[in-house]
């Protein structure tokens, strides 16, 4: 970050002094669009075509003062004139050196280089060409988060194609809501994967997908679980219009293909993705090449500082969009870490922290769920592994409370960055994360995003400080989706973002701005409690919980009652507990004590209770939605997109939920 700052301050008058505080680059950056963005495509190093001229672009943003007007679909529009393509980018290094690491909780590894992978997405993109893939045509993955997840991406990307993807832990019914909406040309799935130490089957699932799904022309098998998928499976697969052929085959049979790339405009369509559909049929994201690069270049090579030769792992599955940031950084240079298993598996444990030591990572990345679960087994990694290369860990999914960060420089490394960061599917990114040029405050993301207008507004539309609102950004950005999926008068997109506070975006998050200029998240603005008429974050709750050792995760909402003839809501509390363990009274007491010593009398539960299961999405984040909806008697409207939808019967009628 220092270097970009350095560089700018020299190059662009009217920029901030190279060593200004934060303060001043973040408010520039958000002032004056044009020159910061115009200055990150640059440093970042942007593969695009050059006009006659010798310039990429003709203008860096038109409609700044906009974002989605009633009257137009896109809002601003980012970089006209420029042609790129992204699989060019990340591809733009060669050589023997790494490229993908990957293993899996059977212990095996596989490396690629960089020259190896720019081989393989020539190979798999002529074969996409062969069968006639065009430009805006849709590919899909059902797949694990293994290297042949990238190269197919890669290969999509290199045409214009446009990729989506599931993890395979997805239901039929969760992956045709998805993927019956865009209708893909081509379908590459896994014969199946392995998780917690058992193998599961993908193929039985990917038959019904395709029998649904009548775009589908081509099912490409990767075999992962055996070393061949058989002919019996293929047959399967294939239809009258259908065919299916083994990974390993795909594309062989001609010579070697040159790698090429169509050079596309800036907001040319690269991925869809989806909303967590819990509360309908999951919204269709379409999120721009272009937007993409920049801002993942932003992320990676300033608040994270990735750099040439680093090594980044993320913890994640190619159904959620750290999938796609963590194959971003391909474009800086960094070889990326992939891991496809259960994160604690029951024959290794402390795997991810071995993975961390064995593959010298520079970059880890995780979940605050597995950072105090850890804390909870006792792991010590700083003193049971060689974490000596690690410089930057990364946290989100959910808030990252107090206490982790305390065990992370305890236990895990004393001397590195840790950031909690925080954005969305909604803009592929974040709004707020890691900042190396400034101190990290426990419980806190440490700063606003370079160029990202972000605030807490109150219901007015009022500016708060140091008082929890909603999340807003006052101004456009290069990775606003460029449109919705089958959305042609742009009414879904406005109505997801702008209706609540017109021409603002409106995230859904519970969020207060610090007195260091940084955020701490309290939860969704939907998932919200508001008891006696005082609004409460549940992440407020959940620090507190998550310290009390006997419980494993908790998920707290608000019931609707009648007290005196008016309606009101108390705080709820489900605890899963180790196993073994009851939920008695002294527990009880424990738990209401921590909350209201460490919060307030208004956080108090008035009613905790034990399940054995909590409700989570496919992408591991727990749905608290879901669970108010199931004790209210109202129906889930999607349960495809929980990944342990059955738990919702364990909170149906619960005996603790009766008025008292």
Known sequence: MAQFFAQVAAS????????????????????????????????????????????????????????????????????????????????????????????????????????????????????????????????????PNIPEAVVAMLAAASIGAVWSSCSPDFGVGGVFDRFGQIAPRVLVVADGYRYAGKSIDCLARARDIVERIDAIEQVVVVSFLSDRVDDTALNALRGERRRATRWEEFGHAAAPAALEFARLPFDHPLFVMYSSGTTGLPKCMVHGAGGTLLQHLKEHQLHTDIRDGDRIFYFTTCGWMMWNWLVSALASGAAIVLYDGAPMPPSAPDALWTLAAEERVNVFGTSAKFLALSEKEGFAPHRTHDLSTLRTMLSTGSPLAPASFAYVYRDVQPDVHLASISGGTDIISCFALGNPMLPVWQGELQSLGLGMAVDAWDARGESLELTPGDLVCTRPFPSMPVAFWNDADGSKYRKAYFDFFPGVWRHGDWAVRTAHDGLVILGRSDATLNPGGVRIGTAEIYRQVEQVDEVLEAVVVGQEITVDGSLDVRIVLFVRLRAGLTLDDTLRDRLKRRIREQTSPHHVPRVIAQVADIPRTISGKISEIAVRETIHGRSVDNTDALANPESLALFRAHPSLAPS
């Open 12 to 143: 662009i008058p009217g920029a901030p002094a190279a060593d200004a505080p934060y303060r001043e680059w973040h408010a520039w950056s958000i002032a004056v669009p044009g020159e910061f963005w115009g200055a990150m495509w640059q440093f970042g190093g942007v593969v695009a075509e050059r006009h006659a001229d010798g310039s990429q672009w003709s203008q860096v943003v038109h409609g700044a003062d906009r974002m989605a007007p009633p009257d137009a679909l896109l809002g601003p529009q980012w970089f006209t004139g420029a042609q790129l393509n992204f699989a060019e980018n990340l591809l733009r290094f060669r050589g023997a050196e790494a490229a993908i690491i990957a293993r899996d909780e059977r212990g095996v590894r596989r490396e690629m280089s960089r020259d190896t992978l720019r081989a393989d997405v020539a190979r798999v993109a002529a074969a996409f060409r062969a069968m006639g893939v065009v430009s805006g045509d849709r590919v899909a993955g059902f797949l």
